[in-house]
């Protein structure tokens, strides 16, 4: 659940490396800032990549980040 602190998407990119067999891999590079902090960054596999699944990733990082920001 969110604390109020949403992430916000600076840039999403295409990339692709090797696997340990030599295979082409490709992968979805997500950076986001979570207030005045980041830049933040998600590489997920294409394969596996939906906007809600990012979405819920960045968020589960941005609350965290809010916990410590509270406390501070």
Known sequence: MSNGTSPTVTRVTQ???LDATG????F??????????GPFMLSIPAVEFSAAGAQALMQ???DEISKLTASA
Do not use: E
């Open 15 to 17: 990339d692709q490396t």
């Open 23 to 26: 295979k082409v891999v490709t």
């Open 28 to 37: 979805m590079r997500v950076i986001y800032m979570v207030g005045d902090h």
């Open 60 to 62: 589960a990082t941005a």
